[in-house]
Each structure stands twice: as structure tokens, then as C-alpha cells.
């Protein structure tokens, strides 16, 4: 990882905890970067961990389940955590049962 992707992902952070990023800022204080307990936060993995592309990616894909952009950034860390390259699995798979359905 390129010192350019570790400050993307700082960046995102801030922009996420500064209500930049479309989420209403009293939804964001006091939140943390990891869900306690959650595996990112056991592992001591943040967003400066992944490429800004990767996070976006997976931060849009939990947007399916909540509106909460910070609670969808938790939510990809963990994912990230355990499996560094579970988005593009999920694309991988998603592509796949779609052409099955046809």
C-alpha cells in the first residue's frame, strides 16, 4: 500500500467524522472508527489499512443495509479485517449468480 492510499483513507475518516461525506453530523459524534468488539477494532485495522477506492466500494455496498455512512465504514472495516479482498469477492459472486438467473 502506497503512502497516497494510507492518506486517502485518512481522509476518508475525516471526511466521514466532519459530515462531509452526506451523513448528518449528530448521527456521527461519538462514534468509533471500529465496532467495539468488532474484528477491525481486535485486529487494530483502520481506513488508513485500505485504498480510498476499496472503502468507497465496500461503503457503498453497505449502504444497502443502513443509511448511516458511518455505521456502513464500521461495517466494511470488519469486512476488511477478516478478508482484505471481500468486495471484489462479492462483485465476483454477485456477477455470477446473475448470470446464472438469465
Not at 489499512?49 to 466500494?57: G, M, Q
Request: aromatic share 8%; no cysteine.
Amino acid at each position: 500500500m502506497t503512502n497516497v492510499d494510507r492518506l486517502l483513507g485518512a481522509l476518508v475518516l475525516l471526511f466521514v467524522g466532519w459530515g462531509l461525506w452526506g451523513a448528518r453530523r449528530s448521527s456521527l459524534s461519538g462514534l468509533p472508527e471500529t465496532n467495539p468488539g468488532g474484528r477491525a477494532e481486535k485486529e487494530g485495522v483502520t481506513a488508513a489499512d485500505f485504498p480510498w477506492a476499496v472503502l468507497n466500494r465496500g461503503i457503498r455496498v453497505e449502504l444497502e443495509h443502513t443509511r448511516d455512512r458511518a455505521m456502513a465504514l464500521r461495517i466494511v472495516l470488519d469486512h476488511l479485517a477478516e478478508f482484505p479482498r471481500y468486495y471484489e469477492a462479492l462483485a465476483k459472486m454477485e456477477r455470477k449468480l446473475e448470470r446464472e438467473k438469465r
